[in-house]
C-alpha cells in the first residue's frame, strides 16, 4: 500500500523564541496544513480564544484526559500541564492531510516514538539575550515566570540534536520561508519514495 496519510510537523523552542508568532505566519500561507489546537491547565491569557489558541481545562478534567488517554503527549511544563489530542492528529493525518503541533521537547520526544517518522523543526533565538528580549517583552509573565521560562530554555536548547531541522528565527518572514521549504521538500521525498514503491510493485507483477 502507498502510503498517503498526511504528514506530522512538529514545532518546539524555547518559551518566547516566536513559535506562535511563526506558526500563524505560516497559517496565512499554508492551504493544506491543520493546526493541532493543545489541551492546557494554565490561565487563559489576554487576548486568547478558548478552541482557537488552546483548549483551556481544569486539573481535574486534564488527568482525567490522561487516564482516558485521550492523549498522544502530554507533559508538565512550568507547573501546568500541556497535551495534544489524540483523536484529532490520527484522524485528520489518516484523512490525508498534514498535522502541525507547536509542543515544546519533552512532549515533542514522546510524538517521536510514536511516529518516527514525523518531521522535527527546532526554533532557534538569533541570542540568549534576544530571547529574553523577547518573552520580556511580550509582557504576558510575571519576572518570576519570565526566569522559569528562560531555566526551561537552557534545558530545551539541549535537545536540540533530537530534531531533523533547526531554523533560526531571526526575521519572521525568513523563519516562515524557510519552514515553507522544508514542507514541500519533505514532500517531494515522499512522493519520490512513493514513486519508487509504486515502480517495485509494477516490476514484481511483470
Ligand atoms: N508537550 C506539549 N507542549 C505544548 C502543547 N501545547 C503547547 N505546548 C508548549 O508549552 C509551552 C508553553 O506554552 P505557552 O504557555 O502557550 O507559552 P509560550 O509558548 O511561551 O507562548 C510552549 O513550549 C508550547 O509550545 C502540547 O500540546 N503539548
Ligand atoms: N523574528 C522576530 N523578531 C522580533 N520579535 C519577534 C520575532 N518573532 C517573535 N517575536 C516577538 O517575540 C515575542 C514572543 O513571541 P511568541 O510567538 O509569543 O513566542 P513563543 O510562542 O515561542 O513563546 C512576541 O512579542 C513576538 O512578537
Known sequence: MIDEKGILFILSGPSGVGKGTVRRELFEKANDLKYSISMTTREKRAGETEGIDYFYKSKEEFETLIEEKQLLEYAQFVNNYYGTPRKYVEDTLADGHDVFLEIEV????????????????????PSLEELKNRIVSRGTESKELVLQRLREARKE?????????????????????????????????????????????????K
Open 106 to 125: 519533552q512532549g515533542a520526544m514522546q510524538v517521536k516514538e510514536n511516529f518516527p517518522e514525523g518531521v522535527f523543526i527546532f526554533l532557534f533565538p
Open 157 to 205: 536548547i539541549e535537545m536540540m540534536d533530537a530534531y531533523n531541522y533547526v531554523v533560526v528565527n531571526d526575521h519572521v518572514d525568513s523563519a516562515v520561508s524557510k519552514i515553507q521549504s522544508i514542507i514541500q521538500s519533505e514532500h517531494c521525498k515522499r512522493d519520490r519514495i512513493a514513486k519508487q514503491y509504486k515502480q517495485l510493485l509494477e516490476d514484481e507483477m
